[in-house]
Each structure stands twice: as C-alpha cells, then as structure tokens.
C-alpha cells in the first residue's frame, strides 16, 4: 500500500480482547485497514502521489469506523484536520450498521450527528448510506436520524459502497441496483460518480473515458460525483483538474463538474479546514474563490424555501447552483 508510513496515527487504534457476545459482534463488523490498498480491488493504479492521497482517504474512513466498535470515537479528533470527514464517514457507517443490525431506529447516528460529527454532517451522512450497502438493504429503510434534506446524501454513500464493493457490475457492466427506486438513481450516479474517481486513480483522462462508456442521461451526475471527489479526496495536480474541466465542457456538463467542486468546497468549509489542495480545485473547476463557490450552495438552499426535504428539493438546490455557477463563468 502507497504512503502508509505518513500517517502513524492511523496504526494507533486497536481493538481490545472481546470477550461478550456483543464484542463479538463488533469484532466480526471491524475493518481491515488493508482494505484501503486499492491493488487488492484491482482497481487502475499509477506512479506518484494520486493513489496515496485516494489510500489515506480510505484509511482514516477505516479508522473512524473501527474507532466506533472500540468505543474510542473521540480519537478521530486527533487526526489531522483533512482527514477527520473520512474519518467522520466511517464512525456513521458503523454507527448506522449497529442501529440496522439492533433496530434502535438511529439511536447511535443520532448521537453522532449531534454531537463529534456536528460539523461533518455531509460526511457522516454518505456514511449512514454506505451502510445500507453494505447490509444490501434500500437505502433511508427504517431510519428515523437523518436531516431531512441531507438524508438523501446517504443514497450518494449508497451508490459509492455499492459500486466500490461491486465494480465489475456498476462500473464494468454499468448496471443499476434494484434496490433503488427511479428517484434515487440520479443520488446513486453521484456517488458512483465519486468512486470513479478511486477507480481510476484519480487520472481525468481515465476517468472521462470511463464515463463516456455510461448512456447520456446518467453523465451529468456522475461527472457532479466526480468533481466533488477531485476536489474533496485530491490526487490530481492541477494541470490535470484543466483536463477534467475541459473533458466534461465537451461531454456537455461543465455545469455539473461545477456544482459538485462547489459542494466539495462547501463541505470543507464547514468541517472548518480547506487545504491548498481543494482551495486550488475550486478556482480551476469553478472560477471563483472557496467562500464565493460555497455561498451559491447557501443562496440555493435558502432560495428552497421553509423546510426542503423532498428528492425534487435535493434536485433543486443543486440545479440553483449550477445556475448561478454557469452565469458566473
């Protein structure tokens, strides 16, 4: 695996001898960090910084979900900053899988969300949908925690778990779960769109080829999946974010590529860190600065009016902001 001595406190977190039947539980749920070496899911790989960025990602998601089943949540705050929303993830993913498997209706989500994860509320609500893919159950089945209009982001983890656990299938065979109804389907691309970026080992050139390989109608979301991934996750140098734009201009989605580095950078600033990495990303799949980029996503969402909380809302608060994105440029 590429890079794993940069980040030693991902090795910190130990899970202690399990005697109880519901240690035993948590120990049968835990993670393997070696889960994260994109190599074992034969996955494209390349020379350099890209698949390192990508691994560390997938290892603090590892560790914040282990970080969950050994009760020791509170050691995600020792991470470095840029890591903690991947880390924030897994402990919702493990949370929610505790909540599915024991039917406490989100009791332990909940308490995530309002409390350490009060400022990744993004992130952890991608987790609370990974975990529905892992359990292979419908996405929002039986969950009673989630933001009514962030919940929806759990069918964008959804469609990243499912496709990162089955990629022959989702990306090879560009097949749909039959899970989903018609109105998560454009969520799902989103989140496959995000794998994408992990497939493909953060290469735009690779990346386009492959959702050029998708029907029409399933590209813009999933070009919106991959532009948030470039500019959350990183693994592109910033010639290559050019390409990635100019490739979705001649797809046809400019627009899309926007709106999902503007989430991106959103998201960041909300979790209170923006690196120089995603800081550049925006300005060059937006054209604006960090704070400008993010504020459209607010005056879309304030422009929804008195509590938004359908699909077609979550729609529409991104399509404002491509909007006002495409009269920026």
Not at 102 to 125: F, I, K, P
Not at 188 to 212: K, M, S, Y
Not at 290 to 316: K, M
Request: proline content about 4%; glycine content about 10%.
């Amino acid at each position: 695996m590429g890079d794993t001595g940069t980040l030693p406190f991902l090795n910190q977190l130990r899970i202690e001898p399990i005697n109880s039947p519901a240690q035993g539980l948590r120990r049968l749920l835990s993670k393997d960090p070696a889960e994260a070496d994109l190599g074992r899911r034969r996955f494209r790989l390349r020379a350099g910084q890209a698949r390192a960025t990508l691994e560390r990602a997938e290892r603090s998601h590892i560790f914040g979900y282990n970080a969950v089943l050994s009760h020791e949540t509170g050691k995600i705050d020792d991470l470095p900053a840029e890591q903690r929303g991947f880390a924030y993830e897994g402990a919702a993913m493990a949370c929610a899988t505790l909540d599915l498997l024991t039917m406490s209706r989100g009791r332990r989500a909940h308490e995530l969300l309002a409390g350490l994860a009060v400022r990744h509320q993004h992130a952890a609500h991608l987790g609370i949908g990974r975990a529905y893919a892992r359990l292979r159950l419908r996405p929002l089945w039986g969950f009673g925690a989630c933001h009514p209009l962030l919940r929806w982001l759990a069918v964008d983890g959804f469609g990243f778990q499912r496709s990162l656990t089955h990629a022959d299938r989702m990306v090879g065979e560009r097949s749909m779960p039959d899970l989903l109804t018609r109105a998560h389907r454009a969520i799902f691309d989103q989140g496959l769109g995000r794998l994408l970026w992990f497939h493909d080992c953060a290469c735009p050139e690779d990346v386009a080829a492959r959702v050029a390989e998708f029907p029409a109608g399933r590209r813009a979301d999933l070009w919106s999946g991959v532009a948030f991934a470039a500019t959350y996750v990183g693994g592109a140098e910033p010639d290559e974010l050019c390409g990635l734009a100019a490739h979705a201009s001649a797809d046809g989605f400019r627009a899309h590529v926007s709106q999902g580095a503007a989430f991106a950078i959103a998201t960041r600033l909300q979790e209170g860190h923006v690196s120089e990495q995603a800081a550049h990303a925006v300005q060059l799949l937006t054209g604006a600065e960090p704070e400008q980029a993010a504020a459209w996503t607010d005056t879309a969402l304030i422009a929804l009016g008195h509590d938004p909380h359908t699909h077609e809302d979550f729609q529409a608060w991104h399509a404002h902001t491509r909007r006002a994105l495409t009269r920026r440029r």
